[in-house]
């Protein structure tokens, strides 16, 4: 066992602090998972290389001198498209949940090896005029690029569990979700309500990787890197909930800076892990 | 079917002569990958392909049993071939520890035992890499001196994994073949069901896992000293279980040698790219054969082929019936016509005024039972005797517990208190197989047939469980004898998916009796049936009685209840409200009060 030093405070609070920061991408990115997951049934694994993706687009549009949140007008219905388009062949093929994970394996794959294809396998970094922003509250400093994460995160959160919550169109979609016959039975129109969420949830992968490019260096193998702790986020929270995974993501981030804070930094994966593995054993009915 | 083992090892030996074919090193250690993929994709499938468990932990248990052979080589200095046995031992006692929670969790199926056993796999991941065992940096197994099996040493890792496969693939098919595999993939379709027909779920699923566990560590102890160089990265990560699940999914999850298929042909693949130097091609055309897979054939390339070559199983028409045709004698029958068993006479006949009532044993005595669910209170004390060879009724409005009762009996549900006792033997809190296998048989309300199944597999399933018959071979047997009896002989071979709904309670009905039970609980067997089909299957449970098990029978419909019972009992709100002859209690005014509500004055 390592060591266990007790940091100072204004260290402890500002690794609470970058917790939070990395805690809303894990929140972003399992929002669209979540959703998909929880209302379509559909485990897809391939969101994680679609954010990629979409880093790596924004990343080559700042190269070409474009800001980062300006990417998000190309990126948004760009990734739109391509999530209705691949619900649209899923519906095709009647697809199980657990195909689904195979699935989308095989494209996540097909994906990397485009991006290692079109930008190889060295890291990249996007330089931007956000890059080296920060300011300082007390002892605290306040990276720039990390709060337009939050800061997006919890406004697509909150924008989404209010659209599901009080519009007609999301209280079809859970209705959808518990049973979709009988959803169709009262004139529900799921075909289209289902390809307008899955475009959605790759829309919002879409964000989450804009958010990752602006912070984390970029390399195709990484991919893989973001799976099981955002997987971990998305039980912990429940899913389907558009709020959950925001909570639960800060919640393991936060963990996790604490416990590399405390220990090493090659501990923090045991933290998510083992909150997915209690969480699983004793609540195993908040992710069914 | 018996000279597949001969196949085995016959293939195994003629592949052990291919080193002396003078092939460059090379050629050895692209087979050595080849045949290493073969252990862990068809170990794999041993649990999750069978039993329908996708585990994504598989790389837990190679990297227990990699990281166990390399402590021991380079720790201890043990040698080489003796690390391998204890190298399957720690994965297999991981294993059984890890199944021994999980499996006690009921809901932790498909997906999220997909998610579990990915987690455990990080966490054993992160301890390894926090630990002397890896330390951080790897181990290097360099100076550990490889043993001399084959001329070479590509040579000897290509031996040693040929005998791996071949044991493997030997375990694989014997385990399909059996008892154990028969419940395995009963579980697959139907866990509860499985359980109810006598499959010992839980032990079954860590006996799997053990094997399954056992036989990648041992590809992980040989794979230490292949790669020579050992890290947690490489190891503990989400691509070897996804491989392995690619490898098996492609093959054919549902036949032993199916991920055999799948990891050959993905090996080959992968290195005819790699060796291209077009990695990344490589990489993609892996991801759109996953996708082509999945899509053209969800069922992998195994069953796929079988199906080419045999067409589509055969199935028949609709079947001449076999049974009497029963309304001449429903409701009209004479007291004693239906007892042919000697009844040792009880007769304490309390409250019971019917003329034909069947003055047994009691076989079974329920009493003060109770169960709750979450302060519902289903059952809420109820006494109930079933008396050797008759026909109970059990009555009672929707919600008045006939169902809990059943499941509680059954060992479905637990029961909250009281007790049962069948036969002189308590049941209470016996697991539902060892209550199938003490000779109580249920069917569901809706049947529950195990989908991947064909009719004959799965009475026969029920006969190897709960009855006589040990071997698959003779329970097909037994099981046809069960078909005729219910009339379903022309279907031995359809999928349940083909039948209609009377056919398919009619399954349910051999399935139950295929155990030899001595009681049977049979729930709402006739509901949603026609007339005519009802007709036909009062004939047939009237046969049921008739060759000796005892029935207890819930039911809405009246007009059988009362051709069938000898007694019946009605519940109402989780107590026992009457009980008597069923033309006597159903004219009492407190059970018409229960069925049809108060009468305002």
């Keep these: 066992m390592p060591g266990f030093t007790l940091p100072s405070a204004s260290l402890l609070a500002q690794s609470i602090l970058s917790g939070i920061f990395v805690g809303a991408l894990y929140g972003l990115m399992g929002l669209g998972l979540s959703l998909s997951w929880g209302l379509l049934r559909l485990i897809n694994l391939a969101h994680f290389a679609f954010a990629f993706l979409a880093a790596y687009v924004s990343y080559q549009l700042a190269v070409a001198g474009i800001d980062p949140l300006l990417s998000l007008v190309v990126v948004v219905p760009a990734f739109f498209a391509i999530g209705a388009g691949l619900h649209w062949v899923m519906a095709r093929f009647a697809v199980t949940p657990f195909n689904s994970l195979l699935l989308t394996f095989g494209l996540m794959g097909v994906i990397e090896a485009g991006i290692q294809g079109v930008w190889t396998a060295d890291f990249r970094k996007l330089e931007s005029v956000y890059s080296h922003m920060k300011f300082k509250v007390g002892v ?8 337009i994460t939050l800061v997006l995160a919890v406004g697509f959160s909150f924008g989404v569990w209010a659209v599901l919550r009080y519009t007609d169109l999301g209280k079809a979609l859970r209705a959808a979700a518990e049973d979709a016959p009988i959803a169709a039975a009262f004139g529900i129109d799921q075909k289209r309500n289902a390809l307008l969420l899955a475009g959605t949830c790759t829309a919002l992968a879409g964000i989450a990787g804009v958010c990752l490019a602006l912070s984390f260096t970029l390399a195709p193998a990484q991919i893989y890197a973001w799976v099981g702790v955002v997987f971990a986020a998305v039980m912990l929270g429940g899913l389907g909930r558009a709020l959950a995974p925001l909570i639960a993501g800060t919640l393991i981030g936060v963990s996790e800076a604490v416990t590399m804070a405390v220990t090493a930094p090659s501990w923090a994966p045991i933290v998510s892990f083992t909150l997915l593995i209690f969480v699983l054993l004793l609540r195993p009915g908040r992710a069914a | 079917m018996r000279r597949t083992p001969l196949v085995i090892v016959g293939a195994g030996i003629l592949l052990a ?3 002396r074919l003078g092939l460059p090193a090379f050629y050895d250690s692209l087979l050595y990958l080849v045949l290493h993929w073969v252990v862990l994709a068809t170990s794999w499938n041993i649990l999750s392909g069978y039993a329908g468990y996708f585990s994504f932990g598989h790389g837990a248990f190679f990297g227990a049993g990699l990281y166990t052979t390399t402590t021991l080589l380079a720790r201890y200095e043990w040698p080489f071939l003796w690390t391998l046995p204890v190298a399957a031992l720690v994965a297999a006692v991981l294993g059984v520890a890890l199944g021994a929670v999980v499996f006690r969790v009921k809901s932790v199926r498909g997906e999220l035992f997909a998610l579990l056993t990915l987690a455990v796999t990080f966490v054993i991941g992160t301890i390894v890499v926090n630990t002397p065992l890896d330390g951080g940096q790897g181990v290097s197994l360099s100076s550990v001196p490889v043993p001399t099996v084959g001329r070479s040493q590509s040579a000897t890792f290509y031996l040693l994994a040929l005998a791996a496969a071949t044991l493997t693939l030997l375990i694989a098919w014997a385990i399909f073949v059996s008892k154990l595999g028969a419940g395995l993939f009963a579980i697959h379709d139907d866990e509860d069901a499985a359980e109810v027909m006598g499959v010992p779920t839980y032990r079954y699923k860590l006996i799997a896992l053990a094997i399954s566990c056992a036989l990648a560590g041992m590809a992980g102890g040989i794979h230490a000293l292949f790669l020579s160089y050992v890290t947690v990265g490489e190891v503990f990560t989400i691509t070897v279980p996804l491989t392995v699940v690619l490898m098996s999914v492609l093959g054919g999850t549902r036949h032993w040698a199916g991920p055999a298929v799948g990891a050959v042909a993905i090996t080959a693949l992968m290195y005819s790219f790699t060796a291209a130097d077009h990695a990344v091609a490589g990489k993609a055309a892996i991801g759109l054969i996953l996708i082509a897979a999945i899509l053209f054939m969800p069922d992998g390339i195994l069953l796929r082929v079988q199906r080419l070559f045999r067409g589509r199983a055969p199935v028949g028409g609709p079947h001449p019936s076999s049974l009497p045709q029963a309304g001449e004698r429903a409701g009209a029958r004479e007291p004693g016509e239906d007892h042919p068993l000697p009844l040792a006479g009880e007769g304490r006949g309390e409250g019971v005024r019917s003329p034909t009532i069947v003055a047994g044993n009691v076989i079974l005595r329920a009493r003060g039972l109770h169960k709750s669910f979450k302060g519902v209170r289903a059952l809420a004390g109820v006494d109930v005797e079933v008396r050797q060879g008759e026909i109970l009724g059990l009555l009672g409005p929707n919600g008045s517990g006939k169902s809990t009762f059943i499941n509680v009996v059954s060992g479905h549900y637990r029961a909250t208190s009281g007790e049962i006792v069948f036969e002189g033997r308590s049941l209470v809190d016996e697991p539902a197989h060892r209550i199938a296998a003490a000779g109580i048989a249920r069917t569901y309300q809706i049947p529950r047939p195990f989908a991947h199944l064909s009719v004959l597999e799965n009475v026969a399933l029920a006969t190897m469980f709960g009855g006589a018959a ?18 379903l002989e022309g279907k031995a071979l ?24 001595r009681l049977v609980l049979l729930d709402e067997v006739l509901c949603g049936l026609t007339p005519s089909e009802i007709d036909d299957a009062v004939a047939l449970i009237r046969r049921i009685r008739d060759q000796g098990s005892t029935i207890v029978f819930v039911e809405h419909v009246m007009r059988a209840v009362m051709a069938l019972t000898d007694r019946v009992v009605v519940f109402n709100h ?20 229960a069925y049809l509500g108060k009468a305002h004055a």
């Design chain 2, 494 to 517: 359809a999928r349940p998916a083909d039948l209609n709904l009377h056919q398919r309670k009619f399954l349910e009905l051999a399935r139950a009796l295929a155990s030899r039970p």
């Design chain 2, 574 to 593: 989780g107590e026992l409200l009457a009980e008597g002859g069923a033309t006597e209690v159903m004219q009492r005014p407190e059970v018409v009060t």
């Design chain 2, 17 to 19: 002569f291919v080193p």
């Design chain 2, 470 to 487: 040990a071997d698959p071979r003779q329970a097909e047997r037994e099981a046809m004898t069960w078909l005729e009896f219910t009339g």
């Design chain 1, 140 to 147: 605290l400093y306040v990276p720039i690029p990390e709060l």
